[in-house]
């Protein structure tokens, strides 16, 4: 059987079982799941992991997130987990980024949640902010993604990699919108520009020549990432 492992966030993981998700249709839980990450963060040398910053935490798996993504373990883990299939999403690069200086030059991490309801001094850290939704995030997010699939294709290029095209839509299960009231309208143009990110990111990779296969949700089980209603049933596009 094949391994399969997951770089993205929890829209690929719906598909598998893994946690509280028993049911049979699911896959088998993957060899390796890495969320709450960027490919920014993962092409920039580690970070050390700050106390004050991994307190912020409020969930053990979110901590588990947060180090991993100061520290890089992703590459230890990816060499360890003798994967098949390595399947990437990128809803999780709707954070913003945080800076740091190192030694090999400057450090990258995701500014989650936490960071951005914490009323912890990042500059007091030795941390500054960099907007995801700037051409310079955007330059930055095409030369990483370039770097990664070169690593990939140095390290493990037994790995077949595949991008799961994540649309975000604005209807239910039933076809029915979502209410004016609802989170999903309230910020629709923060929802759109998400969405043309998402779009640009994934053609950036398939434009590569990395071999990703593009992979889709089938259109009659597209739902909104929030909502995780149906099976997530991916389907070469």
Same mark, same amino acid.
């Not at 059987?1 to 049911?23: D, K």
């Given at each position: 059987? !094949? ?11 719906? @598909? ?20 709450? /990450?960027?490919?920014? *963060? ?10 004050? +910053?991994? %307190? ?16 890089? !373990? ?12 390595? $399947?990437? %999403?990128? $809803? %999780? ?5 945080? $800076?740091? @200086? /190192? ?6 991490? +995701? ?15 030795? =941390? #500054?902010?960099?907007? #995801? ?20 294709? #140095? ?6 990699? @595949? ?21 999903? $309208?309230?910020?629709? %143009? ?9 779009? *640009? =990111?994934?053609?950036?990779?398939? &434009? +590569?020549? &990395?071999?990703?296969?593009?992979? !889709? ?5 597209? =739902?909104?990432?929030? @909502? ?6 991916? !389907?070469?596009?």
């Amino acid at each position: 059987m !094949s391994r399969i492992g997951i770089l993205g966030s929890c829209v690929t993981a719906q @598909a598998f079982r893994h946690r509280e998700r028993p049911e049979q249709w699911r896959l088998e839980k993957p060899a390796l799941y890495v969320a709450r /990450t960027s490919l920014v *963060s993962l092409m920039s040398p580690p970070l050390r992991p700050e106390p004050a +910053l991994l %307190d912020l935490a409020t969930a053990r798996h979110e901590r588990v997130w947060m180090e991993k993504d100061f520290t890089r !373990s992703f590459w230890d883990d990816l060499a360890k987990a003798r994967l098949d299939l390595l $399947i990437l %999403d990128f $809803i %999780d690069e709707r954070f913003d980024l945080l $800076i740091a @200086a /190192t030694p090999a030059g400057p450090g990258y991490k +995701l500014c989650t949640t936490e960071f951005e309801q914490a009323a912890t001094d990042l500059d007091a850290l030795g =941390y #500054r902010l960099l907007p #995801r939704f700037t051409p310079v995030a955007a330059k930055l997010w095409r030369h990483s993604a370039k770097l990664f699939v070169d690593r990939m294709r #140095r390290d493990h290029p037994t790995v077949a990699m @595949a991008l799961h095209v994540s649309p975000l839509l604005n209807v239910f299960e039933d076809g029915s919108p979502p209410a004016p009231t609802d989170w999903w $309208i309230q910020n629709a %143009d923060y929802v759109t520009t998400v969405s043309k990110m998402l779009e *640009s =990111y994934e053609q950036t990779l398939l &434009s +590569l020549d &990395s071999g990703a296969v593009a992979l !889709s949700v089938e259109p009659a089980y597209r =739902y909104p990432p929030w @909502a995780h209603l149906g099976r997530s049933t991916l !389907s070469l596009r």
